[in-house]
């Protein structure tokens, strides 16, 4: 099950193991998996939508205690194209909890597909 905040999904399945599915996430906007499992790693593929411009930030945020608390990852990856890139994000060990999230704070979007969260 996954938590869209100002994020809407264009199509697909939404099994959280498989991707699979497209989601447009607008500024300020995040999408974040409700499953506690362990996760590694997080791979996704993110493409800037429509006209808006090059360069919109996507960062990651974790959580070590099922979704109480949340520390960001530090790692922030620049979208600068219209056709999908693939980004994969290490985690920490003890990694409970996932969030993608859009950094970039103005009315653009980002196209975010085929979400794998793997141990």
Sequence with gaps: TWLLDQALIAGGSSDPHQGNFGIRVKAGGRIEIQEDNEYNYVQFDAAVYGNDPMG??????????EGSTWVDSGMVVSVNSKTLETFRI???????????????????RVNIDNILLMK
């Design 56 to 65: 919109i930030k996507v960062g990651v945020e974790y959580s070590l205690d």
């Design 90 to 108: 290490a985690l920490p060990e003890g990694v409970k909890r996932v969030a993608i999230y859009v950094v970039t704070d103005s009315g653009v």
